[in-house]
């Protein structure tokens, strides 16, 4: 046993046998030792110690140590559950049923640890990137001097070359290298390890951190133009490690990742464009860019006063104009990710204090969204305005911004507790405010009662089967890992949300595809499932959102499953403030359906599949064309949902079934 060991050990080197260290030579040499090396030294952060220097030396990825160390740590290998392939989720009813398919590689044990302790993933980490939170966790605990012993014996799980490379990252992050090296690095040879490497310096505290945090932005975004203008041969290279060092400076400077960085460094890039449109002319012909109000650029091209389609080839060439065109690419990329950021900013519940809600109003690509979403603190909640220093609430009354306050973008979760939600819903149908994406209008999912008295585990999916290869490329696109089990790491809650089906190698069940039975959630390290009413209750919702969008979008069978609760919920009570809105009085909500009073008949719309039917009476036909929705009708969300849309539209036509003119529905109603 460990116990044992230590004891024997203690005595061996007691007897000068072989000198203590060889033991901590013995955890880098053979993994498997590492709890009985840990029973013997009685160090806390050992084995993370261990397990950080295995995972960034490049030569120890797929070596059989990593597996050791896993096992070690008592993670044993599962089986797989199947494989993965994209799939586009609008065509996803009309791409052909694909088979079960083959199991994908296993995701091994050692993968499993550290996918545990960290989010960067496995490519990320062996190109550079450093989770500097696992590194000042395992450091603190440790100490310098027990570092620095690991750091001597790592070389017996590799090479010296690969345990000199680990010991260089942790002397950039300890702030022991010599930072202007780094930065003469850069601008003088263009070294990508520097660049990398940069943002892992230590910055100094009080007032010499932002001037120090801008020097290094600056350095990585004259590097930026450098990698620019490389051949298509090296730029990959280049950008990539721009990438990673964008990553590391954003974790050291404590923000939640590279988009955070950019929104506070790089505001001025757009700032120019939020006073107005920017402007270049060239023999007579002006070409102007401009932001719209979904943050998606116009470019205007005129000579005096007449428009033109295309700027002439000389115009086209000129730097100026060059750089316009340039940057409206670069500008409607940003917009879809600062889009992406907002919301994962409200799954996640980041935090914004107030001084950083007005620098983000004045971004001119973060403020006109976040301007329409509903933001929460300390007792206030509402739409930011006059520059983020009150927030507007559904009434029109506005709060004032404390310094002090910390604000977040609020859930549907915040709204229910807070008991307006219906209210915010009707503003923002009567402001006719277009969300960036579903904040007000989200579905919210709860712990039923009946998984309450279940414990540990929701069954409400159980028995759902999902094509595999549909299911798994949506889990992936959501951030879910779907190499060997389905599961998804929250790591600002360390809670471990994982997907069990039924397996049936060699029965029906394997033609049949995947069966989904049970969703459980787990602490990281620890095994035991958590109560469901344990799980914070936003990230189960958004865990069982992405559950209920496979279940919806890669179902087996020739029909469409009846649309969730929260959906059903969702369009009723768009069909209400629409209705309201309109004045229509011959609409009632009896949820799953719609009951229409009309003048040639009485109908009943389902809020799920979208079905109609006349009271009394068999199914209405009515074909929905989807492209000729959108645009037309009025959602306060801007994604596309082609079926909400689509139970509007047949709402508001046979709620004036008078006014219908298809012969083809009218010779059904006579």
Same mark, same amino acid.
């Given at each position: 046993?460990?116990?044992?060991?230590?004891k024997?050990?203690?005595?061996e080197?007691?007897?000068?046998?072989? @000198?203590?260290?060889r033991?901590?030579?013995?955890?880098?040499l053979?993994p498997q030792?590492?709890?009985?090396?840990?029973?013997?030294y009685?160090?806390?952060?050992?084995?993370?110690?261990?397990?950080?220097f295995l995972?960034?030396?490049?030569?120890?990825?797929?070596s059989?140590?990593?597996?050791?160390?896993?096992?070690?740590?008592?993670?044993q290998?599962?089986?797989?559950?199947?494989?993965?392939?994209?799939?586009?989720?609008?065509?996803?009813?009309?791409?052909?049923?694909?088979?079960?398919?083959?199991p994908?590689?296993?995701?091994?044990?050692?993968? #499993?640890?550290?996918?545990?302790?960290?989010?960067?993933?496995?490519?990320?980490?062996?190109q550079?990137?450093?989770?500097?939170?696992?590194?000042?966790?395992?450091?603190?605990?440790?100490g310098?001097?027990?570092?620095?012993?690991?750091?001597?014996?790592?070389?017996?799980?590799?090479?010296?070359?690969?345990?000199k490379?680990?010991?260089?990252?942790?002397?950039?992050?300890?702030?022991?290298?010599?930072?202007n090296?780094?930065?003469?690095?850069?601008?003088?040879?263009?070294?990508?390890?520097?660049?990398?490497?940069?943002?892992?310096?230590?910055?100094?505290?009080?007032a010499k951190?932002? @001037?120090?945090?801008?020097?290094r932005?600056?350095?990585?975004?004259?590097y930026?133009?450098?990698?620019?203008?490389?051949?298509?041969?090296?730029?990959?290279?280049a950008?990539?490690?721009?990438?990673?060092g964008?990553?590391?400076?954003?974790?050291?400077?404590?923000?939640?990742?590279?988009?955070?960085?950019?929104?506070a460094?790089?505001?001025?890039?757009?700032?120019?464009?939020?006073?107005?449109?920017?402007?270049?002319?060239?023999?007579?012909?002006?070409?102007?860019?401009?932001?719209?109000?979904?943050?998606?650029?116009?470019?205007?091209?005129?000579?005096g006063?007449?428009?033109l389609?295309?700027?002439?080839?000389?115009v086209?060439?000129?730097p100026?104009?060059?750089?316009?065109?340039?940057?409206?690419?670069?500008?409607?990329k940003?917009?879809?990710?600062?889009?992406?950021?907002?919301?994962?900013?409200?799954?996640?519940?980041?935090?914004?204090?107030a001084?950083?809600?007005?620098?983000?109003?004045?971004?001119?690509l973060?403020a006109?969204f976040?301007? #329409?979403?509903v933001?929460?603190?300390?007792g206030?909640?509402?739409?930011?305005?006059?520059?983020?220093?009150?927030?507007?609430?559904h009434?029109g009354t506005?709060?004032?911004?404390?310094?002090?306050e910390?604000l977040?973008?609020?859930?549907?979760?915040?709204l229910?507790?807070n008991?307006?939600?219906?209210?915010?819903?009707?503003?923002?149908?009567?402001?006719?405010?277009?969300?960036?994406?579903?904040?007000?209008?989200?579905e919210?999912?709860?712990?039923?009662?009946q998984?309450?008295?279940?414990?540990?585990?929701s069954?409400?999916?159980?028995g759902?089967?999902?094509?595999?290869?549909?299911?798994?490329a949506?889990?992936?696109s959501?951030?879910?890992?779907?190499?060997?089990?389905?599961?998804?790491?929250?790591?600002?809650?360390?809670?471990?949300?994982?997907?069990?089906?039924?397996?049936?190698?060699?029965?029906p069940?394997?033609?049949?595809?995947?069966?989904?039975q049970t969703?459980?959630?787990?602490?990281?390290?620890?095994?035991e499932?958590?109560?469901?009413?344990?799980?914070? @209750?936003?990230?189960?919702?958004?865990?069982?959102r992405d559950?209920?969008?496979v279940?919806?979008?890669?179902?087996r069978?020739?029909?469409?499953?009846?649309?969730s609760?929260?959906?059903i919920?969702?369009?009723?009570?768009?069909?209400?403030e629409?209705c309201?809105l309109?004045g229509?009085?011959?609409?009632?909500?009896?949820?799953?359906?719609?009951?229409?009073?009309?003048?040639?008949?009485?109908y009943s719309?389902h809020?799920?599949?979208?079905?109609?039917?006349?009271?009394?009476?068999?199914?209405?036909?009515?074909?929905?064309?989807?492209?000729?929705?959108?645009?037309?009708?009025?959602? @306060?969300f801007?994604?596309?949902?082609?079926?909400?849309?689509?139970v509007l539209?047949?709402?508001?036509?046979f709620?004036n079934?008078?006014?219908?003119q298809?012969?083809?529905?009218?010779?059904?109603?006579?």
């Open positions: 046993s460990p116990e044992q060991f230590a024997v050990m203690k005595a080197v007691k007897a000068g046998a072989f @000198p203590e260290d033991l901590m030579e013995l955890a880098f053979a030792w590492t709890r009985f090396v840990e029973a013997y009685r160090w806390e952060g050992l084995a993370e110690g261990l397990y950080w995972a960034h030396m490049r030569f120890m990825w797929g059989d140590l990593g597996q050791q160390a896993a096992e070690s740590a008592g993670i290998d599962e089986s797989a559950a199947a494989c993965e392939t994209p799939v586009d989720e609008e065509s996803a009813d009309d791409e052909p049923e694909p088979s079960a398919g083959p994908p590689r296993k995701l091994s044990p050692w993968e #499993r640890l550290i996918l545990e302790r960290t989010a960067i993933s496995d490519l990320d980490r062996q550079g990137a450093i989770d500097v939170g696992w590194f000042q966790r395992v450091y603190a605990a440790l310098p001097r027990k570092w620095e012993r690991l750091a001597q014996a790592a070389k017996f799980a590799s090479n010296a070359a690969q345990a490379k680990a010991q260089l990252i942790a002397e950039v992050l300890t702030g022991r290298a010599k930072l090296d780094l930065i003469a690095g850069i601008e003088t040879r263009y070294l990508k390890e520097n660049v990398r490497l940069i943002g892992l310096y230590p910055l100094p505290s009080g951190r932002e @001037p120090e945090l801008s020097r932005y600056g350095v990585l975004q004259d930026a133009r450098y990698a620019k203008t490389l051949s298509g041969l090296t730029k990959p290279e950008l990539r490690s721009l990438d990673i964008l990553k590391n400076l954003a974790s050291t400077a404590g923000f939640a990742d590279a988009l955070r960085l950019d929104w460094m790089g505001a001025d890039a757009w700032r120019d464009l939020r006073q107005g449109p920017v402007a270049e002319t060239k023999d007579g012909v002006t070409v102007s860019l401009s932001i719209d109000e979904q943050v998606q650029p116009k470019v205007v091209i005129t000579r006063d007449k428009l389609k295309t700027a002439p080839p000389a086209k060439k000129h100026p104009v060059t750089e316009l065109f340039e940057r409206s690419r670069e500008l409607k940003q917009a879809s990710v600062q889009k992406q950021a907002l919301e994962a900013a409200m799954c996640r519940g980041d935090e914004f204090t001084s950083e809600l007005v620098e983000l109003c004045q971004h001119a973060v006109p976040l301007e #329409r979403l933001l929460v603190g300390d206030i909640l509402g739409y930011p305005a006059k520059m983020g220093r009150t927030l507007r609430n009434d506005l709060e004032p911004v404390k310094k002090s910390r977040r973008i609020a859930h549907p979760y915040d229910l507790q008991g307006d939600w219906e209210h915010w819903q009707r503003e923002a149908f009567a402001a006719e405010r277009v969300q960036p994406f579903k904040q007000i209008f989200r919210l999912y709860v712990v039923t009662r998984e309450q008295s279940a414990g540990d585990r069954e409400r999916y159980a759902q089967q999902v094509n595999p290869s549909q299911a798994l949506l889990w992936g959501r951030g879910w890992s779907t190499d060997e089990e389905v599961f998804k790491v929250s790591y600002e809650h360390e809670i471990v949300s994982s997907v069990h089906f039924q397996y049936g190698g060699g029965t069940l394997e033609v049949e595809g995947l069966t989904l969703v459980t959630f787990s602490k990281r390290h620890q095994y499932s958590l109560k469901l009413t344990q799980v914070p @209750p936003r990230l189960f919702s958004e865990i069982m559950i209920d969008l279940v919806s979008v890669a179902h069978g020739g029909v469409d499953p009846e649309a609760a929260s959906t919920e969702m369009r009723a009570s768009l069909v209400r629409t309201q309109l229509l009085k011959n609409v009632r909500l009896k949820p799953p359906h719609v009951l229409i009073d009309g003048r040639l008949g009485d719309i809020l799920g599949g979208g079905g109609v039917h006349r009271m009394p009476g068999g199914a209405v036909c009515v074909v929905p064309v989807h492209a000729q929705h959108r645009g037309r009708l009025f959602l @306060p801007a994604d596309n949902d082609p079926r909400t849309a689509e539209s047949k709402v508001l036509m709620a079934d008078n006014e219908i298809d012969p083809g529905i009218l010779e059904q109603l006579r």
